[in-house]
């Protein structure tokens, strides 16, 4: 089992910035991929953006450029500093993990979502 625990979001500004980070705790596993779902009232879940093998950066058309995901401190943490904040950006962001284990099963995990305001 891995478990995925998110910080950051809050409250900004139009214009503003704010970071989330989110680490994926267990063992005995590697991430295949790591990022950033966001999911607004009334709307689908999003792609914002992920880190593809630990060092390939994708970002969502509506990110690129203003949102920097990176890894973090260590191997299983991925930071996403979002810049230029919108108020459409207004939505819970949910960490996802995308897992290989040791025996070669994959699996996909969620964090239990972080909200976002954006105020104009």
């Known amino acids: 089992q891995v478990e995925l625990v998110e910080s950051g979001g809050g409250l900004a500004q139009s214009g503003g910035s704010l970071k989330l980070s989110c680490e994926a705790w267990?063992?005995?596993?590697?991430?295949?991929?790591m990022g950033w779902y966001r999911q607004a009232p009334g709307k689908e879940r999003e792609l914002v953006a992920r880190?593809?093998?630990?060092?390939?950066?994708d970002y969502a058309d509506t990110a690129r450029g203003r949102f920097t995901i990176s890894r973090g401190s260590t191997k299983n943490v991925v930071d996403l500093q979002m810049d230029s904040l919108k108020p459409e950006e207004t939505a819970d962001y949910y960490c996802?993990?995308?897992?290989?284990?040791?025996?070669?099963?994959?699996?996909?995990?969620w964090g239990q979502g972080t909200q976002v305001t954006v105020s104009s």
């Open positions: 996802y993990a995308n897992v290989i284990w040791e025996w070669g099963a994959s699996n996909n995990y």
């Open positions: 267990g063992s005995r596993f590697s991430i295949i991929d």
């Open positions: 880190m593809i093998g630990g060092s390939n950066p």
